[in-house]
């Protein structure tokens, strides 16, 4: 494998630049670096004061903004000129949002189907204007503690995010002055945090179960070689710790009789409930005053009221089981994200669910930044062990029919990487398969260099081009691959492992490019004269045998055609003449088709009902 050269004037990497993860959060953000001495990942704050920066934005009059804990300050005072949770609006048209409109306490504007944005006083945001401020706010405060020019982000999104909003949040990273290098999912993320994928030769199954301020997200993912695949996400973009904190008001407001607007008294005893609700996470029992009243909860009095709003969660959790079509134990890990999951009850009812201790030994605020951090360390390409960054230096693929070189993992492919590709057989009742795998950039296979080779052998008797032959193309880390062959209709399959280098020197591969180069021209021109001859072939073989066979009974004018047709097409191929081959062939497959069809469905129908299709 080679390792790539970084150029930061082309915007690629440079080594051992500080870049830094930033988990964009609805409710809370944070920044978190490898610590250049320690080298583990931390999250960055100022002395004593909480990594954790409010996702919200303040305008005030005099067209000044704050951002983060100044900002949050206004959410009761001034909540017009105050925007939080921008990140639910990212990608959204109004009709997206449906009922959630109403909360939002700032003006949400119905921009007539295209994506919604914010209207403060005269002015207008998108949701991607928003998120720049709060990444801006990131940025400066980041600086201010690392004391140098911070430029380059790894940026997490939930699993869920669709392209336009991934595109919006690295829009809304540009604008903040951020070259945005990944965005790479909330629940990836936290796994590296925890160190899944760390170990290589890992392959592991793992429930993220990611309960914030305001949302919930599930995602079950599997994890192997370093390669994270989200095998379902589940979840509610309207529920989290706020409404644990609601259930708290209304407990409260339905054991005492509050003097005042209800709307006003509620706001008010917001804070409080959230305070009781921390506090509960480690007592038994909260206590206050509101209003000169005295105020309490007991845990078991808490418990009861968030049971029902936490079996949701549940039932989130087992769609997502459900989804992935996998069985509980075959989940290996289930960790904790989000800062609700302190709640003692949720993680209780997580490991009774999944029947399981859950895992949280990981700050849960931090998790998705931290994640994030390890994913910049590693494209800055300090982190060796984890070889995310390396590349196939030339071209992977498979012989097929004719010798032509098939490429699955095109030159440049980092690695870890995958691949995958159907084939089929081209004779009937054919019962193994080559697959011979190649290393280079040639056309031709035998101007390229074998890897190796394996039969796929046990196929079960069926017409040509029914079975279907995946194989697919995994390099791990290490930079080994492994290639595996399976015939989908019976389940049969092979794998080989292939070390990695193949012994190949730079020079080697050097010469290898300049020889692909130089010879392009040649190659493109053989390569379409050996698809036109394999084309013509196999379109002889089968009209061979359909007039052998003679099974329906052709007319004597189809029997004359068709072997003029043939015999013209033979002499094509005696001339190798590829355009000649391609007209003759377009004929007789004008002519052919008709019964090439009919055959092929006579032998499937036969073969379903259980016989031989060697008959044919
Ligand atoms: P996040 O969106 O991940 O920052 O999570 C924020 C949520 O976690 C808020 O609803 C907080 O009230 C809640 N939270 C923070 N600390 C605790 C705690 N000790 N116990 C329960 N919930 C907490």
């Known amino acids: 494998m080679a390792k790539i050269a970084i150029n930061i004037t082309t915007g690629s990497l440079q080594q051992n630049e500080m870049i830094v993860g930033i988990d964009l959060g ?131 999104v939930p699993a869920y995010f669709n392209d336009a909003q991934r595109q919006a949040t690295r829009d809304a990273g540009r604008l903040a002055g951020l070259d945005v290098l990944r965005i790479i999912n909330e ?10 994928g760390i170990d290589k030769e890992e392959v592991k199954t793992i429930a993220v179960y990611d309960l914030g301020g305001g949302t919930f997200d599930i995602s079950i993912l599997t994890i192997n070689s370093g390669i994270f695949e989200v095998l379902s996400t589940n979840g509610d973009t309207f529920l989290g710790g706020d409404d644990l904190d609601m259930a708290i008001v209304n407990f409260w407001m339905s054991q005492n009789n509050f003097s005042g607007n209800e709307n006003e008294v509620k706001q008010q005893l917001r804070l409080k409930a959230e305070e009781a609700k921390k506090y509960l996470s480690g007592n038994d029992i909260f206590t206050a005053e509101h209003n000169n009243q005295k105020i309490s909860i007991t845990k078991t009095e808490f418990e009861e009221i ?57 700050n849960p605020d931090e998790v998705v930044a931290l994640g994030a951090a390890i994913q910049a360390d590693i494209l800055a390409g300090n982190t060796k062990d984890l070889l995310l960054l390396d590349i196939t230096p030339l071209s992977l693929g498979l012989e097929t029919m004719g010798g032509l070189m098939d490429v699955l993992l095109p030159r440049n492919s980092k690695i870890p990487a995958k691949a995958a590709r159907q084939y089929t057989t081209y004779k009937d009742g054919q019962s193994g398969m080559k697959i011979a795998v ?95 001859k394999t084309e013509a072939e196999q379109l002889l073989e089968t009209t061979e045998k359909f007039i052998q066979k003679n099974i329906t009974g052709l007319t004597a004018q189809e029997l004359n055609e068709t072997s003029l047709a043939m015999q013209a097409l033979q002499l094509s191929l005696q001339m190798e003449d590829k355009n000649l081959i391609q007209t003759k062939t377009e004929e007789l497959n004008n002519i052919s088709r008709p019964y090439a069809e009919r055959i092929m469905d006579t032998a499937i129908s036969k073969s379903m009902r259980g016989e031989s299709v060697n008959k044919f």
């Open 26 to 156: 609805t409710t809370n953000s944070l920044v978190a670096i490898i610590h250049p001495e320690s080298k583990k990942p931390v999250a960055l704050k100022e002395h004593n004061s909480s990594s954790l920066v409010p996702s919200v934005i303040h305008f005030g009059n005099a067209g000044d903004l704050v951002v983060g804990n100044e900002a949050k300050q206004y959410l009761v005072s001034d909540p017009a000129h105050t925007i939080f949770s921008a990140k639910r609006l990212m990608g959204k048209t109004y009709k997206d949002l449906g009922d959630h409109t109403a909360s939002f306490a700032y003006k949400v504007i119905d921009d007539e189907g295209s994506l919604v944005k914010v209207q403060v006083d005269d002015k207008f945001y998108s949701p991607v204007d928003l998120s720049s401020l709060i990444l801006k706010e990131l940025k400066t405060q980041a600086e201010h503690i690392l004391k140098t020019t911070v430029s380059k982000a790894v940026i997490t």
């Open 187 to 196: 629940p990836t993320a936290a796994s590296l945090a925890y160190g899944f």
């Open 306 to 362: 968030i049971q029902p709003i936490i079996e949701k969660t549940i039932s989130c959790c087992a769609n997502a089981l459900k989804d992935s079509g996998l069985a509980k134990k075959e989940i290996d890990e289930v960790i904790m994200v989000g800062g609700s999951t302190r709640t003692p009850l949720v993680k209780q009812m997580v490991s009774g669910f999944f029947g399981k201790q859950v895992n949280d030994t990981v």
């Open 438 to 532: 190649y290393q280079g950039e040639r056309d031709m296979v035998q101007d390229n260099r074998q890897l190796a080779a394996f039969n796929l052998s046990g196929i079960p008797a069926m017409p040509a081009g029914l079975p279907k032959v995946e194989v697919s193309f995994l390099i791990n880390t290490d930079g080994i691959l492994v290639v595996k062959a399976k015939e989908l209709r019976s389940g049969i399959e092979q794998a080989i492992q292939v070390k990695p280098q193949y012994e190949l020197t730079d020079e080697d591969v050097e010469k290898m490019l300049l020889d692909s180069m130089q010879n392009a021209e040649k190659d493109i021109a053989h390569r379409a004269l050996v698809e036109a």
